[in-house]
């Protein structure tokens, strides 16, 4: 599709069985539940004049989760939203609801339909398509090409974010919000000259003790032999130097699919910010992980560590409070995976705990069998707002969330905050918080401030990768780390298959995963552990591939296959 044609195909709820005529039209099998609209040239959107209606005279409703700083509320007409009133010209009035409530106060009331709000953040346990086929979400394809200028030229340069935001049925119902991997800065919105980011500086990473490392004067492991050796060293060595074999060489943070990152070392990689069982080879066919051959070698590698008492003994029931409890007794050495931006909390935890030479730091991804260290970036595109069907003006909705998200002024309000307040700019350009961000009298980081402002928010906005380095100007090591991948060492995700993401599945075959995804998955994460604990011998692999094959894993196959073909032909 392109920004002068858009194929506004709006077809049954059985999508899955639409099929095309040679005339260009779509006939589908079954019960059709809305109109069929046919392909019509539209005007491509041009760049927005200022404001966006005359002031005063234009007002939007939007309807979010409220502030992750909770005691600064979107209800209170944020600065940063007071800048966009400004720019715009566009009042807006705020229904913030409490972020625990939201799911249940704002899926009842999009249930009932009824008095909806122009635009509206969609709820985490909602399904962005199905809110659109349900009639509640408007379709949005015409609407962006004519008046989503900003989102426009993004998507030539990446096509990919329209794949991400497109339903099985052909049409968009959400405007994006994106993650790291498509922004670098905000002035390059202005001059439309885009350049890759590179390397997310907030990735998913395995993280070790570098200051352990030292003492045992070791370096910071690059293969799986590497990683072997140093636990062993971790588990014999005593390097927290208290007199007692009581160090954990390595656990996982979140669950324990964290361990499997180790399956890097056999080809097998994870998927960004998801522990995702699917991947795609070269040739474009999707497959399941935890049936291939690199993740028996992967569940070999654990089992060795386990049965030698180097990986945590409650690695399986892993999760963020417990393993930070750990960390801050001095006891854990390394981690499988991790956030980035939690380096800087672990490190200041050990320090108020006494351990002043406490180092932890990002480890590059285990070398896999061509000798190559590839990351993953994060799946950085999700549905996020929906414009309802009873907005009154769905052109200066679309306008404005536009102009909020992808704009070079709202980029830098949504990643910055408001100029002279939360930082200022050089006269080369270059961005630094002010000191009420970075040392806040009120005790707070330098985030949660900019989010006290409005930035960093619910609504879209783009992680530009500027921000991040602006946010972190105190720990030049992270940036360091993500600019250290070259080109070729940088692999994108597979889709991410949520809610809100970009894997679209029909009906049909969301019947079809319902029936057979979670008995497979159940199964897959009990015998692993077994593996990995040897209650179960790896020589019955074959075995338990057989099984997972016979709980439907070929109708799975076929629906990710679809899906992922949709995808890449949007």
């Given at each position: 599709m392109t920004g002068v044609v858009a194929g506004v195909l709006t077809v049954s709820l059985l999508a899955g069985c639409a099929q095309t005529k040679g005339d260009g039209k779509v006939e589908t099998k079954g019960e059709e539940k809305t109109e069929i609209q046919g392909t019509e040239a539209v005007k491509k959107a041009e760049k927005p004049q200022l404001p966006l209606a005359e002031t005063g005279k234009e007002t939007l409703t939007i309807a979010t989760m409220d502030n992750w700083f909770a005691t600064k509320s979107y209800n209170d007409n944020l600065p940063v939203y007071e800048e966009f009133e400004k720019l715009t010209g566009v009042k807006i009035v705020w229904e913030a609801i409490p972020i625990n409530d939201y799911d249940q106060v704002m899926g009842t009331r999009l249930a009932s339909g009824k008095n909806l709000p122009d635009i509206f953040v969609i709820p985490w346990e909602a399904n962005a398509d199905q809110l659109g086929f349900d009639g509640i979400a408007m379709p949005l394809n015409q609407l962006m090409d004519e008046n989503a200028y900003y989102l426009n030229q993004l998507m030539d340069k990446y096509p990919v974010v329209r794949s991400g935001i497109t339903a099985a049925d052909g049409n968009i119902y959400a405007y994006p919000g994106f993650g790291e991997g498509f922004i670098n800065t905000a002035k390059e919105l202005e001059t439309g000259e885009l350049t890759d980011p590179g390397a997310n500086v907030c990735p998913n990473v395995s993280m070790i003790r570098k200051d352990w490392l030292d003492k045992l004067n070791l370096k910071v492991p690059e293969t799986v032999d590497d990683w072997y050796n140093v636990l062993k060293a971790f588990k014999t060595q005593d390097p927290n130097g208290n007199g007692k074999a009581d160090e954990i060489p390595l656990t996982a943070t979140f669950n324990v699919r964290d361990i499997y990152r180790f399956g890097e070392a056999f080809g097998l990689y994870r998927s960004g910010n998801a522990e995702c069982r699917w991947d795609v080879a070269e040739d474009g066919k999707v497959f399941f992980k935890d049936t291939t051959e690199a993740f028996k070698k992967t569940l070999e590698f654990l089992n060795k560590l386990y049965a030698e008492g180097l990986l945590d003994p409650e690695y399986a029931t892993a999760g963020y409070d417990k393993t930070s409890e750990k960390i801050s007794r001095d006891l854990l050495g390394s981690l499988s995976s991790d956030w980035m931006s939690n380096i800087a909390t672990y490190n200041g935890n050990l320090k108020t705990a006494g351990v002043e030479d406490a180092n932890w730091v990002a480890v590059k991804p285990i070398k896999n069998p061509e000798g190559k260290s590839m990351i993953t970036n994060r799946w950085s595109v999700w549905k996020t707002a929906a414009i309802s069907k009873d907005c009154k003006n769905p052109e200066l909705a679309m306008k404005w969330l536009d102009?909020?998200?992808?704009?070079?002024?709202?980029?830098?309000?949504?990643?910055?905050?408001?100029?002279?307040?939360?930082?200022?700019?050089?006269?080369?350009?270059?961005?630094?918080?002010?000191?009420?961000?970075?040392?806040?009298?009120?005790?707070?980081?330098?985030?949660?401030?900019?989010?006290?402002?409005?930035?960093?928010?619910?609504?879209?906005?783009?992680?530009?990768?500027?921000?991040?380095?602006?946010?972190?100007?105190?720990?030049?090591?992270?940036?360091?780390?993500?600019?250290?991948?070259?080109?070729?060492?940088?692999?994108?995700?597979?889709?991410?298959?949520?809610?809100?993401?970009?894997?679209?599945?029909?009906?049909?075959?969301?019947?079809?995963?319902?029936?057979?995804?979670?008995?497979?998955?159940?199964?897959?994460?009990?015998?692993?552990?077994?593996?990995?604990?040897?209650?179960?011998?790896?020589?019955?692999?074959?075995?338990?591939?057989?099984?997972?094959?016979?709980?439907?894993?070929?109708?799975?196959?076929?629906?990710?296959?679809?899906?992922?073909?949709?995808?890449?032909?949007?």
């Open positions: 102009f909020q998200t992808l704009s070079a002024q709202g980029v830098a309000l949504t990643n910055f905050g408001v100029e002279d307040i939360s930082y200022t700019k050089s006269d080369d350009g270059k961005i630094t918080l002010t000191q009420d961000a970075v040392q806040n009298p009120d005790g707070i980081g330098a985030q949660e401030y900019l989010r006290s402002l409005g930035a960093w928010g619910q609504l879209p906005y783009p992680q530009a990768k500027e921000g991040y380095e602006v946010l972190w100007a105190d720990q030049p090591e992270i940036i360091e780390f993500a600019n250290s991948f070259t080109s070729d060492q940088i692999r994108q995700p597979f889709p991410n298959s949520g809610t809100k993401a970009a894997l679209a599945f029909t009906d049909e075959e969301n019947a079809i995963r319902t029936e057979v995804e979670t008995n497979i998955e159940t199964y897959c994460d009990e015998m692993a552990i077994k593996f990995i604990e040897g209650k179960e011998s790896l020589d019955k692999f074959d075995e338990y591939v057989a099984t997972v094959e016979s709980y439907g894993l070929s109708q799975l196959l076929e629906v990710h296959q679809s899906a992922y073909d949709r995808f890449v032909a949007n």
